[in-house]
Nanobody, 115 residues
Framework: QVQLVESGGGLVQAGGSLRLSCTASENIFNLDAMGWYRQAPGKQRELVAGIIRGGVTNYGDSVKGRFTISRDNSKNTLYLQMNSLKPEDTAVYYC?????????WGQGTQVTVSS
């Protein structure tokens, strides 16, 4: 069982920055992959950014060049640095982890970008 706790969401003006954090109850070095997803009202949940155990990252097309995923194994924490935020980035952001055959999810953190 892996527990994930997100933090760092909030309200920011367009063009601003936020950093999300996701702290895991498990040593994240042992996890197969971790990622950030988001879900806006009336829309499907979508991948924002992911990172696999080897460190390879991937990003959704809409955030490439603006968001950066990273991790600190010593703190069991995953980060999402979000720059040049746009109103369309407004959503609930979820942290996820893949560990063996199961995936785990955090409770989500709201990010609201005002125009």
């Amino acid at each position: 069982q892996v527990q994930l706790v997100e933090s760092g969401g909030g309200l920011v003006q367009a063009g601003g920055s936020l950093r999300l954090s996701c702290t895991a109850s498990e040593n994240i070095f042992n996890l197969d992959a971790m990622g950030w997803y988001r879900q806006a009202p009336g829309k499907q949940r979508e991948l924002v950014a992911g990172i696999i155990r080897g460190g390879v990252t991937n990003y959704g097309d809409s955030v490439k060049g603006r968001f950066t995923i990273s991790r600190d194994n010593s703190k069991n924490t995953l980060y999402l640095q979000m720059n040049s935020l746009k109103p369309e980035d407004t959503a609930v952001y979820y942290c996820s982890a893949l560990f063996g055959p199961r995936d785990y999810w955090g409770q989500g953190t709201q990010v609201t970008v005002s125009s």
